[in-house]
């Protein structure tokens, strides 16, 4: 239930985890932190969702709608994909954590979506009005 404690891990630090640092660092949360740790962080990426879908019904405008809807999406897919790939429900692909496991271009992406989904959280009482030619 709460795991055998930080840095008291048997298969990541006895390498029978590959790429524990990126791919498989959910396994390496739930081990260490047990089931608590696992649901907590789940619940802080869920609330990150929740933020995006939020944007999303209070923008005025069809942009910032569905940007904030993609961009929700997307971080919802990353974060499904990594879990369900290290409980063993799909193939490994090579999706990181979002937020949470080691850098790279994925976290590049995700920061950059951030800034685009913050910019839509300022501006979500603009109305755009109809394109002039």
């Not at 944007?55 to 709608?65: I, M, N, P």
Request: proline letters at 4%; one cysteine or more; glycine letters at 12%.
């Amino acid at each position: 239930m709460w795991g055998k404690g930080f840095l008291q891990g048997t298969q990541g630090h006895l390498n029978f985890l590959p790429e524990k640092q990126t791919d498989f660092i959910f396994t390496l949360i739930a081990e260490e932190f047990g089931f608590t740790g696992a649901i907590a962080t789940l619940f802080m990426l869920l609330a990150v969702i929740v933020f995006c879908y939020i944007v999303a019904f209070r923008s005025r405008h069809q942009f910032g709608r569905l940007l904030a809807i993609g961009l929700g999406t997307n971080f919802f897919l990353y974060v499904f994909v990594n879990v369900a790939m290290v409980t063993g429900a799909i193939p490994v692909g090579g999706v990181p954590l979002p937020l949470i496991s080691h850098g790279g271009s994925a976290m590049l992406t995700v920061m950059i979506g951030f800034g685009l989904l913050l910019s839509a959280y300022v501006h979500r009482e603009a109305e755009l009005g109809p394109m002039r030619e």
